[in-house]
């Protein structure tokens, strides 16, 4: 729902389902700050719709300052109450976002430790929910390298890699084909 993110949800839902898809992932400023009535009647909505609720997507500052860092771990811990609201247990997760996100190249060590202990982090808060690692440009996990990299610093089961196949990672995807770039992650 990202793509109308000015459009309430509830308006959206209807037309997501009439162009014939089966699910919606949810932009967070859809849902953020939403009353349990609010997310119940959502829930239904979709179900009422035939849609799936796929996936959550709160945008998370896990390499900044520490106050960015302290908001990106109280919104997943209120997404993770949404969720269970919804009846969704993947939330689509990012280690920074936006045009001041930090990259793994230029990512300090510092910053490196501070993104990987905040995955670990909300990764430990709910082993029931999914956390899906969006491969993105402006992120630790920008090219294959560095997504295996957090990927096995954070070690979490509940942490899976979403391919996003328009950053830098679909050029090693293109270099070595899916298979080898599968069996690398």
């Not at 997404?79 to 976002?97: A, E, K, M, P, S």
């Not at 402006?138 to 990927?151: C, F, Y």
Request: glycine content about 6%; aromatic content about 8%.
């Amino acid at each position: 729902s990202l793509a109308f993110r000015n459009e309430p949800i509830e308006s959206l839902i209807p037309k997501i389902a009439q162009i014939g898809f089966d699910a919606v992932e949810v932009f967070g400023d859809h849902i953020d700050g939403r009353s349990d009535a609010e997310l119940a009647s959502i829930r239904k909505l979709a179900a009422d719709h035939e849609l799936r609720i796929l996936a959550m997507s709160p945008y998370l500052a896990l390499t900044r300052d520490q106050a960015e860092y302290a908001e990106s771990v109280d919104r997943v811990k209120r997404f993770l109450h949404y969720g269970q609201v919804l009846g969704c247990h993947n939330i689509r997760t990012f280690t920074d976002v936006g045009p001041r996100g930090i990259n793994s190249r230029s990512a300090t060590p510092a910053q490196w430790e501070q993104g990987i202990g905040g995955l670990k982090e909300i990764t430990a808060m709910d082993r029931n929910f999914q956390f899906l690692l969006e491969t993105h440009p402006s992120t630790l996990a920008d090219t294959p390298e560095s997504t295996r990299r957090v990927l096995k610093e954070v070690a979490a089961t509940n942490l899976k890699v979403l391919y996003q196949p328009s950053t830098p990672v679909s050029a090693a995807v293109k270099m070595y084909g899916n298979s080898r770039f599968e069996n690398a992650l």
